[in-house]
Structures are given as C-alpha cells and as structure tokens.
C-alpha cells in the first residue's frame, strides 16, 4: 500500500519557466517530507525539506509548500534550469527520522 | 570527500547464489540504511540501523539480513538470491536524531538470473 503518491511520472518545463512537481500522502501521522533529485547511475540527492508545523519553505530556487488538510505538497523550482533535468523523489516520516517513504518519482526534462 | 560508498557497483547472480552488498560511510554517521529500487517505485527501505549494535526491519526485509560491522560499514546479505531480487540497491547514512537528511550512495544494480 503506497501511502506516498506522484501521480505525474513526467514533466518537461522550458528553461527559465517554473517547475511544480506534486505530492500527495495518505498517513495523516506523517510530520516530516522531504524531496530528493537523482540523477541516473547515481544516488539521490537531498533537496531540501519541510517539517508539519510548516507550511512553506524556501531554499534558494527550490520551494516546498505543504497543505496538511489536502495531504498534499508540491516543489517549485524557479527559474527551472538545465542541470535541472532529473527524477525528483517526495518522502515522508511519521517519526521525524530515520524511515522514509518514497513515492515513485516525477521525470523532469527541461528544454532549451 | 567519498561520503557513502557501496560495492560492488554491478553484479550478476544465479538463483540461489548468496551474495554481500556492502556500504561504508566517512561522515561520522550514526545512523543507515538499505533500500531497494524497482522500476515504477521508489526506493523501499529495506533494513536500517539506527546505531551502531542496532538493527531493524524495514517495508521489505524478507530474504535479507543485514550486519552492522562498525560505525562506518553497514553490509547487507541476500542468502538465497531469487529473481524477485533483481533491483537497485542504495545504502545511505544520516546523523541520528529528528529531521536528519539522509545520504545516498551511488547504487547496486544486481541482477539474478
């Protein structure tokens, strides 16, 4: 039972656009997500992360906004970029560390 | 700066061969982990070691056990290999503690004929 779910397998955004990636959970215990990039034949990456008492957080071109009552929180990335171009992982933890569950991964490929 | 380092990076196995994937980390962590990756999913945790002389089952445990060497290497072992086993293995590391990001290595890719 998948309790972290990105509908979108895939996304294509031109260079300079905004990117917005989704995510939506099931386990209203959940109080920690996290989205990760990955690049093939390497691991992912750590992105950036948003706690549940949180509904916003900004890192540079990447921003992580939550919406507890929909369970649902999306990425954007703005402007999107070349080196941008990857899979993007949402997770989630119900304890605040250590098990994450992923969701299946949004293929992003931006275009010049 | 090699952060978390699995071995080997690719490997073929017959059915029922047994087989160690192993995981070392230089970045003091406490806490590890294994997932597996499978086409059309995310990764799964497999087993995970919250410290070191601690271990504990994941989503997806059976067929696997797992050592906790040191605090730096983390190995897992598949003792019967079977074709459902076919994946992409990650290992990672993270400080112990709430809200820690976790570190990925570069991936197994093992297939089992």
């Known amino acids: 039972d998948q309790q972290v779910k990105q509908n979108s397998p895939s996304l294509s955004v031109q260079e300079g656009r905004i990117s917005i990636l989704n995510c939506d959970y099931t386990?209203?215990?959940?109080?920690?997500f996290l989205w990760y990039k990955k690049y093939p034949a390497e691991g992912p990456t750590f992105l950036i992360s948003?706690?549940?008492?949180?509904d916003k957080n900004e890192d540079g071109r990447f921003t992580v906004f939550l919406n507890k009552s929909a369970k649902h929180l999306s990425l954007h990335i703005v402007p999107s970029q070349p080196g941008d171009s990857a899979v993007y992982f949402c997770?989630?933890?119900?304890?605040?560390?250590?098990?994450?569950?992923f969701g299946a991964g949004t293929q992003v490929v931006v275009t010049p | 700066n090699a952060g978390v380092t699995q071995t080997p990076k690719f490997q073929v196995l017959k059915t029922g061969q047994s087989m160690t994937l192993q995981c070392a980390q230089d970045?003091?962590?406490?806490?590890m982990y294994w997932y597996r990756q499978d086409p059309g999913m995310g990764l799964r945790l497999i087993y995970y070691?919250?410290?070191?002389?601690?271990?504990d089952k994941g989503e997806v445990p059976n067929g696997y056990n797992v050592s906790r060497l040191n605090k730096r290497e983390f190995s897992l072992r598949l003792e019967s290999a079977a074709p459902s086993q076919t994946s992409v293995y990650f290992c990672?590391?993270?400080?112990?503690?709430?809200?820690?990001?976790?570190?990925f290595g570069d991936g197994t890719r093992l297939s089992i004929l």
């Open positions: 990672a590391s993270s400080e112990f503690g709430l809200n820690q990001p976790q570190h």
């Open positions: 386990n209203s215990m959940f109080d920690y």
């Open positions: 948003i706690s549940s008492i949180k």
């Open positions: 997770a989630a933890s119900r304890d605040s560390w250590g098990k994450l569950q």
């Open positions: 970045m003091n962590h406490n806490s």
């Open positions: 070691s919250a410290s070191e002389g601690t271990t």
